[in-house]
């Protein structure tokens, strides 16, 4: 008979366990684990950004805000390394490859300044999910959160095994994000209630394809599952 959790570690009494979709459980130690907030930037969250004015329906994308409020808290105090990323581009737009520019969109004047160009005003965090002093604080010219970041460095000294993913958008930075840390070995969980889309259907086929092929990437749970699973040591 196994010893071994379905998340493929030995049990751990210093680890908690997350209840996941199809009966699956997500099994992780907090000081090993980091939980990684995505792009929850002004130009996509707020109503005075890029998306909100442009009408692109930010309301599918804002409650997840009061989610990852709750989350947070929770992490912190178990230990869980917090690291937060933001989409932008270097002021000269240097980094911006020949694709992204012919899309025409970064860089082109907005309502909080140039669009995704680092130090505008609309590429800041939106003031409910500003980083803590320490945390870190990725800013990747792409989607990944790997592309051109310093962020596997960064697992790699915290000693970080386990990913949990949260942000926007589900299809598009938290996809590309989770794919890189499948292949580089990261156990990733998302949480579907911390993910969103400005097209429902999009985020429901993501969760589709992260079950696929024998739940090829990953585990899916809730903010709330996590949170009673951080919470189990402190009663």
Aim: glycine residues 10%; proline residues 6%; aromatic residues 6%.
């Amino acid at each position: 008979m196994s010893t071994r959790s379905p998340a493929g570690q030995a049990p751990d009494p210093a680890g908690r366990q997350v209840a996941c979709w199809a009966d699956r459980r997500f099994a992780f130690r907090p000081a090993a684990t980091a939980l990684m907030v995505i792009d929850m930037q002004k130009d996509f969250l707020s109503p005075d950004g890029m998306a909100g004015r442009e009408g692109e329906g930010i309301q599918i994308l804002q409650p997840i805000v009061p989610r990852l409020q709750r989350l947070l808290p929770a992490a912190r105090r178990a230990g869980l390394e917090v690291i937060h990323t933001r989409e932008g581009f270097a002021p000269d737009l240097s980094d911006l490859s020949p694709l992204r520019r012919d899309r025409g969109t970064v860089g082109v004047n907005g309502p909080l300044g140039r669009y995704l160009v680092r130090g505008e005003a609309g590429q800041d965090f939106i003031d409910e999910l500003r980083p803590r002093p320490g945390e870190a604080v990725f800013d990747k010219p792409g989607f990944s959160a790997f592309f051109r970041t310093a962020l596997a460095d960064h697992l790699q000294r915290k000693g970080v095994t386990h990913l949990i993913l949260t942000g926007v958008t589900t299809q598009c930075c938290v996809q590309s994000t989770l794919r890189e840390a499948v292949d580089r070995g990261y156990y990733c969980l998302l949480l579907e209630d911390c993910c969103a889309a400005l097209d429902a259907w999009l985020h429901r086929a993501t969760l589709d394809t992260i079950q696929g092929e024998g739940h090829l990437f990953g585990w899916i749970s809730d903010s709330e599952t996590v949170i009673a699973a951080l919470a189990v040591h402190d009663r």
